[in-house]
Structure formats: structure tokens, C-alpha cells
């Protein structure tokens, strides 16, 4: 069974920084991509970065593109979501998610991905 969790949430001031990690149990199963998502209340979830594993490609959707940045450390099947010049529409539950093709790395859709993590929230202050 594909276990992610999440952890590095919290509460942070406009401006600030929060490092989400996702660690990544189970046996049998090799991530081809793992992404994060975010969903605010009443929204849709929306896709916020990816990577390929070994890193040779990420993709960020606009809206965080130079503030945050992903990055993984294969050793320890451990993703990173490192999130500088907070805003306040950033608040959100942030999903760790894996897919086992390429396909939602390049999509950032959340249908391309199969495995999921529970959550965690993000609340960014002015």
C-alpha cells in the first residue's frame, strides 16, 4: 500500500517561507512523478509543481513560478515544496500527489495522478 505524507505546514506572515515535505512508503512502487496541489476552500484543486524523478524536469504552474521551487531526494523517497515570498492567496491544503507516467508532470492535472497524501494546510496571514 502507497503511503505519502505530508508535513511542514503551519501559519507564516505575507513574505515569509514554509518547506512542505512528502515522504513516500510503500513497497513496489516507483514514482515517475510526484507533484504537489493545493485547494482552498471552495475552489477546485489546482496543480502547483512537479517533478520527474531524477529531477532532469519540473514544471510549475504560473502563479508560483520564482517562488516556489520542488526538489526531491530519491535516497529517502522525500519530495519538497520550498515556498518563499508567501502571499495570502497561497492558503490552501496542500497535497502531495505520485503518478507513474510522465504525463502529469507535464499536465499538472490532478486525474494524471494515482496516489495521494492527506493534506496539509497553509495559512498565510497579511
Known amino acids: 500500500q502507497v503511503q505519502l505524507v505530508e508535513s511542514g505546514g503551519g501559519s507564516v506572515q505575507a513574505g515569509g517561507s514554509l518547506r512542505l515535505s512528502c515522504a513516500a512508503s510503500?513497497?513496489?512502487?516507483?514514482?515517475?512523478?510526484m507533484g504537489w496541489f493545493r485547494q482552498a476552500p471552495g475552489n477546485e484543486r489546482e496543480g502547483v509543481a512537479a517533478i520527474v524523478t531524477g529531477g532532469y524536469y519540473t514544471n510549475y504552474a504560473d502563479s508560483v513560478k520564482g517562488r516556489f521551487t520542488i526538489s526531491q531526494d530519491i535516497r529517502n523517497y522525500t519530495v519538497y515544496l520550498q515556498m518563499n515570498g508567501l502571499k495570502p492567496e497561497d492558503s490552501a491544503m496542500y497535497y502531495c500527489?505520485?503518478?507513474?507516467?510522465?504525463?502529469?508532470?507535464?499536465?499538472?492535472?490532478?486525474?494524471?495522478?494515482?496516489?495521494w497524501g492527506q493534506g496539509i494546510k497553509v495559512t498565510v496571514s497579511s
Open positions: 500527489a505520485g503518478s507513474v507516467s510522465n504525463v502529469g508532470c507535464r499536465s499538472l492535472t490532478r486525474t494524471d495522478f494515482r496516489y
Open positions: 510503500g513497497g513496489g512502487y516507483t514514482a515517475y512523478c
